[in-house]
């Protein structure tokens, strides 16, 4: 009798157990975040060696890719927008083929060069393709992506879920600032869903993938120099508030082409990326637990011959330079120093607890 009871118990026992989900959180992940690659082929009418090395993006995009396939343990790549000059078919094509080449899954965000620009009369535009167009060239590699949609969420590891936004608006040209616009913001559809994704998911890790940063970088940000206030999305307070009522960790952008550094607001670290086509040319390797995130910051591989172009080009530059980076040698120094951001290479933070 004693026998049949304790069978019945195990049995019990077992029941209970496999009523739960015993597959346990990730207990850590590798990852790369690329941005800005900004792929023009050379054939391409028009293009050439700037700021951005328009006539060597498909190669310093080909490096990178190639040293990622050498890192070990890595599972998956971000890619922080930018991808194309602006959104042309072939360049989509010519991007594809090279991400095609990496080992691992990886996932794409919109930027402002990833849809059709606007033609006025200051410009003859090329009339390139929908960033719908764009996105659904990704579809099947970028998770949670579907026909139609420009932004998504994905479960990329167990209880870790990347969450992709797009920040994206019209490129119109705006007259008394002379260029385009590139800023963004999240439209309010967009900002429902966000918030439905967030409260799903609220007890996983929660990561974002945005272009358009939700942080200022630079005193210039914040004081609309050289319309530099389009570097952040004009909601920016509103989806904040958002990521610290659902706990977010973290939060990948571009957009800024300087080196990779953070700020931490309300509990989320907001990280920025350096473009793989201008100076200082990096990608970022990343190791991410439920406890806390660290990071190494790599040189894109090229010949000497092409740093020394893209530091030459970068310091000809004045739009990128800021108020506080005149022609000088001291302005050059503190020029340079602010995007390569030399004490930022390497780093390590700890999650905070939710801040409600």
Request: hydrophobic fraction near 40%.
């Amino acid at each position: 009798m004693k026998r049949f009871r304790c069978i019945g118990l195990a049995g019990i026992i077992l029941l209970i157990l496999l009523s739960f989900d015993l597959s346990f959180a990730f207990e850590k992940v590798k990852f790369v975040v690329i941005s800005d690659p900004h792929i023009s082929i050379p054939q391409q009418k028009g293009v050439s060696d700037g700021f951005k090395l328009g006539l060597k993006t498909q190669m310093l995009t080909e490096n990178t890719v190639a040293e990622i396939n050498k890192i070990p343990d890595v599972k998956f790549v971000l890619l922080a927008g930018d991808l194309t000059q602006d959104a042309e078919p072939w360049n989509i094509d010519a991007l594809r083929k090279i991400l095609d080449g990496l080992k691992v899954p990886y996932f794409v965000t919109l930027g402002n060069h990833d849809l059709s620009l606007v033609p006025h009369e200051k410009k003859d535009q090329p009339v390139t393709l929908s960033k719908y167009t764009v996105a659904g060239a990704f579809i099947g590699k970028s998770g949670g992506m579907a026909p139609g949609m420009t932004y998504y969420a994905s479960e990329i590891a167990k209880d870790l879920v990347l969450v992709n936004l797009d920040g994206t608006r019209p490129q119109v040209f705006v007259p008394e600032a002379g260029l385009n616009d590139f800023g963004g913001e999240i439209d309010p559809s967009q900002m429902r869903w966000l918030e439905a994704v967030l409260k799903k998911n609220q007890k996983k890790t929660v990561v974002v993938l945005t272009h358009i940063n939700l942080v200022p970088w630079s005193e210039g940000d914040k004081t609309n120099h050289n319309s530099w206030r389009w570097f952040w999305m004009d909601n920016a307070d509103e989806v904040k508030a958002l990521l610290r009522k659902y706990g977010v960790k973290a939060v990948f952008s571009g957009h800024r082409h300087i080196s990779t550094r953070y700020q931490e607001v309300d509990g989320t670290f907001h990280f920025v990326h350096p473009s793989v086509s201008t100076y200082p040319m990096r990608y970022t390797v990343y190791e991410m637990t439920p406890k806390g995130l660290k990071w190494d910051v790599k040189d894109v591989p090229a010949a000497p011959e092409v740093w020394e172009l893209a530091k030459k080009n970068f310091l000809a530059n004045k739009w990128w330079r800021g108020p506080d980076h005149p022609e000088t040698p001291e302005g050059n120094q503190k020029y340079l120093e602010f995007y390569e951001s030399p004490s930022t290479m390497k780093g390590e933070v700890t999650f905070k607890a939710a801040v409600k």
